[in-house]
């Protein structure tokens, strides 16, 4: 199968992204290559594409990094660990590995872009 092909099998898995979202993925954070983004099970790909889609337009993004030393501003009222997060504040990045923290579905962001996947699936 030909590269492209390949890109557009990943984008049949998150409907929302383009060709070039998906070299930007690949690019962006010098972490998983197209092959590894193919191997995952497909309901973790379509997680992790999702994910690192709306961290690519982040301010805390910093290479493969959300970034402990910058502030962003909350989206949603939620909790983030012990702390509820109110939206509109500014917190502080978590300072995870992002290609990590986005391919695991039990994470969630600090400015609330984006859940928790096994929480939501459990309400
Ligand atoms: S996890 Fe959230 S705060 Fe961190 S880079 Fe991604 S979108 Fe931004």
Redesign the pocket.
Known sequence: MSMLNRVNELIKTVKTLKVKDIFDIINAYGAFTLDEIFGMEEEKRKIYLS?AN??LN????TENR?SIEKK?ICVVDFKYKQEYRKKGRKYN??G?S?NV?QSEPSQK???G??ENITELSAN
């Open positions: 994910r709306i961290c982040c301010d805390l993004k959300c962003g990045g978590c995870c992002l923290k962001c600090p400015l872009k984006w």
